[in-house]
């Protein structure tokens, strides 16, 4: 069964200090996609990233980079330079090929990151 | 460009009272729909989806049904709501064709149930 874990519940740093938010997956498909989201306390959702299983580079947005490594089922994020602004809970999230048409997310259980100025 | 809208924001119910909370999608058609349930400790549950105009499916037995009227409207609802119900309700969209598409939220509705 698929599934997605963020062990970490909650993380603190002070204001330009990196930060990494760890997922680990599961699933059984070949086929699968990844997604990170951000969830600012006013509740709406961001979509930060998506990537596929059959692409294993690394991204950099700006500060925020992505690592995705198939031989340990991760796919971690990490700020640099964090600032006040990235306050928010971080959500991974995993989609099945075998979904179709549906699309059907399965998220982790989230990540709040408090930047302290 | 693509836009998704919920409304009410906010709102605050009495027990055993009925429930609307309504979605439309701009700029895009015959869109997936979606509505999800994050309760306390943010875990987010996938309520409903919809394929198509008239086309519900439902992940888990519960108190609320879904209705998509149109290509773009999703509409959550119950005709009595529990204390239970309570949280914080997001509507979502993503394109058909493929797999593993987007799927992009609204803005969120807080549902308080006293």
């Known amino acids: 069964a698929q599934k997605v874990t963020q062990a970490q519940t909650e993380i603190s740093v002070v204001e330009k200090e990196d930060v990494t938010l760890d997922c680990v997956y599961e699933t059984r498909d070949t086929t699968y996609y990844l997604f990170w989201y951000k969830q600012p306390p006013s509740g709406e959702l961001v979509f930060l990233i998506r990537?596929?299983?059959?692409?294993?580079q690394n991204e950099i947005s700006g500060r925020y980079s992505w690592n995705f490594q198939k031989s340990t089922s991760s796919f971690n994020f990490t700020i640099t330079a964090s600032q006040v602004v990235d306050s928010a809970v971080y959500f991974c999230?995993?989609?099945?090929?075998?979904?179709?048409?549906?699309?059907?997310?399965?998220f982790g259980t989230g990540t709040l990151l408090a930047v302290q100025p | 460009s693509q836009t998704i809208h919920q409304w009410p924001a906010t709102l605050v119910q009495p027990v055993g009272s009925p429930l609307s909370l309504e979605c439309t999608v701009e700029?895009?058609?015959?869109?997936?729909l979606y509505w999800y349930r994050q309760a306390a400790g943010r875990g987010l549950q996938l309520l409903f989806y919809?394929?198509?105009?008239?086309?519900i499916s439902s992940e888990v037995p519960q108190n609320l049904s879904a209705s998509r009227p149109q290509d773009r409207q999703f509409i959550l609802s119950s005709k009595k709501l529990l204390l239970s119900d309570s949280g914080f309700y997001l509507c979502?969209?993503?394109?058909?064709?493929?797999?593993?598409?987007?799927?992009?939220f609204g803005e969120g509705s807080w549902l308080t149930v006293v």
């Open positions: 979502a969209w993503s394109r058909v064709l493929g797999s593993g598409n987007t799927i992009y």
């Open positions: 700029g895009t058609s015959n869109p997936n």
């Open positions: 990537r596929n299983s059959f692409d294993e």
């Open positions: 919809s394929v198509g105009i008239g086309q």
């Open positions: 999230a995993l989609s099945e090929a075998t979904g179709g048409a549906t699309n059907k997310l399965i």
